[in-house]
Nanobody
């Protein structure tokens, strides 16, 4: 079965760091573009960052300079490193995979596979 599983979520204090991992089973992640999305309570799901199959990257303005997306094809994973976190980063984070060649954040419909999400809470 083709699956994506997020891990690494948890509680972190403002200004702290957290690393999320997206692991694939049943398919090779290197052939796909991967996007990270998040959904806070009462808000719509929004794009955070993405990395294409050719390793082009894109970031939402709210996380530029703080978050870094990367892939490790040997481990079949994609990582989202989150630094200098604040309360606005509190959300359920999802990873998703697309066979499209472009790295997109606004067009969620191009992502074919989705994980179940991992909770990230930033609080003092």
């Amino acid at each position: 079965q083709l699956q994506l599983v997020e891990s690494g979520g948890g509680l972190v204090q403002p200004g702290g760091s957290l690393t999320l991992s997206c692991a694939a089973s049943g398919f090779t992640l290197g052939y796909y573009g991967i996007g990270w999305f998040r959904q806070a309570p009462g808000k719509e799901r929004e794009g955070v960052s993405c990395i294409s199959s050719s390793n082009s990257t894109n970031y939402a303005d709210s996380v530029k300079g703080r978050f870094t997306i990367s892939r490790d094809n040997a481990k079949n994973t994609v990582t989202l490193q989150m630094n200098n976190m604040n309360s606005a980063d509190t959300a359920v984070y999802y990873c998703a995979a697309t066979r499209g060649r472009l790295c997109v954040l606004a067009m969620r419909f191009v992502y074919e596979y989705w994980g179940q999400g991992t909770q990230v809470t930033v609080s003092s």
